[in-house]
């Protein structure tokens, strides 16, 4: 029996966020499921999607000398042709595939990845669509591309922890790569939230703030402004680069979380630069984090609004629902506990592999 064969190429591949685990799981589902995996890449990532995803392949994927840096035609045609799946995350060029399926897989809804002209058209009559959340299947819906949604998942770790009796420490997370361009995770604006929050209210002079995420060479002077904004103050932490498993341990003993992607954007204008879902809010609130995320975007559709964590729209905001909700433990127990089902029920392994097998393998 012929080996089935499924490739990707994603040129933001290096980034190894968390768009970058969610079509990476899509493959592993593949890989399961009997499929021999290729990713054109000019180096092998194997190790790095242990390290930094959590994602072991078994066996391990294919590298493949990228195809896409030229535009030889024949090449591309001749090479993809053997392929029963292609997914390709788009930059904002298209190019004929002659893969038996084709798949762009949609993280970003920016409207120049999306330029749907008469060439680009015939370019991708065999592609489908598939996004990454409801958000990014709306706002490509308003620009005539249909998709279906394949939510991520959550790795067991996370659900499968019970946050009962977890001893939470007066610590407030925020997780997210250190970077400006596209949508920032706006560490500089959390900065100043944090000093602003203890500056007026006493009850949390005693938190700390620590900011965790990974840091690429080109972003490096970011951080150095985040390290001159922050000065003496030992109570703000950078943490770059951390493993999965201290990233783990620090969902674990923090007990609020904040995200401000998307903060003094509009929405309307901008999509692209708000949080296009939101992992980390969701890994949070599946470690007893109470998170608070700004109103926009992809955590429009986990947050509900009271019940499993809290939405702002402004600092004044975000400071008030603070208050209200270290008063009161009651509250933020059922918080901790509805967040924890709701992600548990929603965003578990089970539902991701259906859903997989309904949209790419039509099971």
Not at 203 to 225: H, S
Request: glycine share 4%.
């Amino acid at each position: 029996m012929k080996k089935r064969n499924a490739a990707l190429y994603d040129p933001y591949l290096d980034v190894l966020g968390g768009g970058e685990k969610h079509i990476l799981s899509i493959l592993k589902i593949l890989q399961d499921e009997g499929y021999e995996i290729t990713i054109f890449w000019d180096k092998d990532l194997n190790k790095s999607f242990d390290t930094n995803l959590n994602l072991k392949f078994d066996p391990q994927i294919k590298f493949q000398k990228n195809i896409f840096k030229s535009g030889n035609f024949l090449n591309k045609a001749f090479t993809l042709n053997r392929f029963d799946i292609f997914f390709y995350v788009t930059d904002g060029s298209y190019f004929f595939s002659t893969a038996k399926n084709n798949y762009v897989f949609s993280m970003v809804p920016k409207k120049n990845l999306y330029e749907m002209n008469t060439v680009n058209r015939l370019k991708t009559l065999n592609y489908k669509f598939i996004a990454n959340s409801q958000f990014t299947h709306d706002w490509l819906k308003r620009w005539k591309i249909n998709s279906q949604v394949i939510y991520p998942f959550l790795d067991e770790d996370y659900l499968n922890l019970s946050i009962n009796n977890i001893p939470k420490e007066k610590i407030i997370l925020s997780v997210g790569r250190f970077f400006k361009h596209l949508h920032s995770k706006k560490q500089d604006v959390i900065i100043n939230a944090f000093r602003s929050l203890k500056h007026d209210n006493p009850k949390f002079k005693d938190y700390k703030l620590i900011l965790a995420g990974g840091l690429k060479q080109e972003d490096k002077n970011y951080l150095k402004e985040l390290e001159n904004i922050i000065g003496h103050d030992d109570s703000i932490i950078l943490k770059t680069n951390i493993s999965h498993t201290e990233l783990f341990d620090l969902y674990k003993k923090s007990l609020i979380y904040w995200h401000f992607t998307g903060h003094m954007v509009n929405e309307e204008i901008n999509p692209h630069l708000v949080e296009h879902l939101g992992i980390t809010p969701m890994e949070a609130m599946s470690m007893g984090c109470i998170t608070f995320c700004f109103n926009a975007g992809g955590p429009k559709e986990i947050i509900n609004e009271g019940k499993n964590g809290f939405l702002f729209n402004d600092l004044n905001e975000l400071e008030n629902k603070m208050n209200e909700v270290i008063e009161n433990k009651i509250l933020m127990s059922d918080i901790q506990k509805n967040a924890k089902d709701f992600i548990k029920s929603k965003f578990n392994y089970s539902i991701f592999k259906e859903k997989v097998k309904e949209v790419v393998l039509k099971i």
